[in-house]
Every structure is written in C-alpha cells, then in structure tokens.
C-alpha cells in the first residue's frame, strides 16, 4: 500500500494486513524520512518523518497484478490555533532542513569513501607523512566535525556534532504545527555555517593533495573510489 501525491511521486509506504476481512490501516499523515550521514550515535533525523502538507492524495493498493487506487484529501484541523501562514512557513523550513540533512549524508558518504582509499593505500605505505597519511589525517578530521565516530550509544559516546546537531533542530521544527522561533532559524543558519566550512575544508585538502595522492594510488595498483552521484546515492534508500 503506498501513498502518492498528485504527481505520482511516493510519499509513504504502509503497511496492509493480511488476515481474511477487512483490515484497518492507520497512517498518521507522514511521508518518508531523510537519508542520514552515518555514525556512531542513533540519529534523530533518520527517525523523524515530517507531515506531510494539506491536499490532495492517492492510496494505491496493489495485490499482485490487480492495483487499486482511491483519492483522498487531507485537511488542517479547522479548531487549530495555527494559521496557514505559520503552517506554510513550517513546512518551508521543514523541507530546507530535509535536504539539509541529506546534503550532510551524502557529504560524509563521500568523505567516507576517501577515507576507505586512504587507508588502503596507508596500508600499502606505512610511512607517516606519505600523502596517504596527510590524505587520512585531514579527512578523518573533516569527519569528526560532522558525525559522532567514537564510542556507541551506550559507552564513551563523543559530544554531538553536526549530525545529531542538525537532527534534533530538524525533528524539533519538524514536529511542531507552528513556524519556528528566531533563535531556532539561528540555530540552523549556525549549522549551516558550520557545514560550509567543512565542506571548504575538504576542497581545501583536495587542492592540496588529491593529485599527489591519487598519483600514489596509481603506483601501488589502487583506484579511486567511484563516488556515486546525490541521486544515485539517494536511489539506495527510495521507498
């Protein structure tokens, strides 16, 4: 049983019952939620999924070849102190921060994949100083400001960086009806921010050491890592 909006696009899977009879569905008005970077720590972005906007939409049920489809059309509740302005402004930035989010997965997914290569070659070179060794150094650093990579979610759990940072806003402003507080709005741009400078710092490193490194993985027999694109990536997790 999935949940499509007007254009086709899936924006919730339930699940149905099997059981002989009628079966009762819930869904609670929530599409999929956004790809996380991956960490130590669980994450609260990777379990928040947003509401989805009023309108309205299609449930499609298919068993085996036969598909059945029926329009539904959500609405705001008519006693709520909300406007529609504040609920539009809500939706805007809960949106901005799901891309966000993804935009961070997808960035420590590509800084993992270097760090895969560096530490291949490492093993081939052991010399400290080697553009391996620089390579390593530089990316784990990059990483260790965006996710938790120490400890686990019970012993030597290291202070919350980016990641869990950006979760807790995003699934805060995400589950309010209201638009956001100032100092939220501020607390993100911060974040924002902050991911802006990892991201310069990683082109900075490549500026520096991609081609002496990646003419050491020449030499030692070795690739380099074959970094899907953003879409590719996110392909992996679609509903």
């Known amino acids: 049983m999935d949940v499509l909006d007007m254009e086709g696009n899936v924006v919730a899977k339930l699940e149905p019952g099997k059981q002989k009879g009628i079966n009762t569905v819930d869904w609670y008005f929530n599409s999929k939620a956004p790809k996380s ?14 509401r989805v906007k009023a309108g309205k939409y299609k449930v499609r049920v298919t068993k085996g070849s036969d598909v059945f489809e029926q329009e539904i059309e959500t609405v705001y509740d008519s006693k709520s102190l909300f406007t529609l302005e504040e609920r539009a402004i809500q939706e805007r930035v809960t949106k901005e921060n799901f891309d966000f989010v993804q935009d961070l997965a997808y960035f420590v997914y590509q800084l993992d994949m270097w ?33 938790v990579t120490k400890g686990d979610n019970y012993v030597g759990q290291g202070e919350k960086q980016l990641r869990e940072k950006l979760g807790d806003i995003y699934s805060n402003i995400g589950s309010y009806y209201g638009a956001p507080s100032t100092s939220q709005m501020e607390n993100v741009q911060s974040l924002r921010d902050n991911f802006n400078q990892q991201k310069a710092a990683f082109d900075k490193l490549k500026s520096a050491e991609l081609k002496k490194f990646e003419s050491e993985l020449t030499k030692q027999g070795l690739k380099k ?3 899907k694109t953003f879409e590719d990536f996110l392909k992996d997790d679609q509903l």
């Open 37 to 50: 970077a991956k960490g130590k720590t669980l994450d609260g972005a990777s379990l928040f999924t947003p």
């Open 115 to 147: 760090i895969a290569s560096a530490e291949a070659a490492k093993r081939k070179d052991t010399e400290k100083g080697s553009s391996a060794d620089r390579m390593l150094t530089g990316l784990q650093s990059i990483k260790d400001k965006c996710v």
């Open 225 to 227: 890592p074959e970094v």
